[in-house]
């Protein structure tokens, strides 16, 4: 039941539409163009770029409908961020940043609470995991390595596919829909030593947050009968005060023993 989960785990732990008609032709279509009416189709980089908190609230179940993780984020501005993973019957997780120090809370064998400091680009790894509405809007960054590879099929859409990281053995491919431009969603393949691991990922279930349309709906794939399912139930934008991402007291502990310390 739950090796989906530790799948997606091991992967990954994201107006108006901008349609047209579906005339152009596979040989017209360049990431850069394509990136550029995703933006757009989801509100514009201009509305994207005034957003100063985002924060978003929902709930993963496994296959058979059982809720499993309870997902709370909160990411402002100045690099500000608060994540809290409830593992429902298990215990909880957490991460953040004040901007300047980032941390993780987690569970050890015991399902004891152990607090670490860590780097901004773990932290920046566990935010992606979790919002992927920031995956999606910062493929762009990737540009360089991004190669056109045609039209597919994926998750009952006529698609545009990117892979993301051409040069990578683990491959990474980004699903872009022909008619509304929407991002539809990822593929992702990891090399094994058990053989090839493939988990598609879909982004569903469209709704309006202010001047965004934005999914709510991510579902994680290893076939029609092996499918996790995230759905938010709540994305607000611009509301997040800086007293949500201050140090807990044990990682402002941490930090004073490492200043003792030099």
């Known amino acids: 039941m739950f090796n989906i989960l530790s799948v997606i785990l091991a992967f990954s732990f994201g107006c108006g539409s901008f349609a047209q008609s579906n005339t152009e032709t596979t040989s017209v279509q360049t990431p850069?163009?394509?990136?550029?009416?995703?933006?757009?189709?989801?509100?514009?980089?201009?509305?994207?770029?005034k957003i100063t908190s985002f924060q978003l609230h929902g709930v993963m179940r496994l296959p058979d409908g059982k809720p499993a993780v309870e997902i709370d984020l909160a990411t402002k501005k100045g690099g500000k961020v608060l994540g809290v993973l409830t593992y429902l019957g298990v215990g909880q997780s957490r991460f953040g940043s004040d901007g300047s120090t980032a941390w993780e809370q987690t569970l050890n064998g015991q399902n004891e609470a152990t607090w670490d400091i860590i780097s901004d680009q773990a932290l920046s790894t566990k935010v992606r995991q979790t919002n992927w509405l920031e995956w999606f809007t910062t493929l762009p960054t990737a540009l360089h390595t991004t190669k056109f590879l045609g039209e597919e099929v994926f998750d009952g859409e006529n698609c545009w596919k990117l892979r993301i990281n051409p040069d990578d053995s683990n491959t990474e491919i980004a699903f872009f829909s022909t008619a509304?431009?929407?991002p539809r969603g990822r593929r992702t393949t990891e090399r094994t030593n058990a053989g090839d691991i493939t988990l598609d990922v879909y982004f569903r279930s469209w709704e309006h947050v202010g001047k965004l349309l934005l999914f709510h709906e991510i579902v994680f794939s290893q076939g029609k009968d092996n499918e996790v399912i995230f759905k938010i139930d709540r994305i607000v934008l611009d509301t997040a005060k800086n007293s949500l991402f201050e140090l807990p007291e044990q990682i402002t502990a941490l930090k004073e023993e490492e200043e003792e310390e030099e």
């Open 180 to 182: 509304t431009h929407h």
């Open 32 to 49: 850069e163009l394509i990136f550029k009416r995703a933006i757009q189709s989801i509100g514009g980089r201009k509305s994207l770029n």
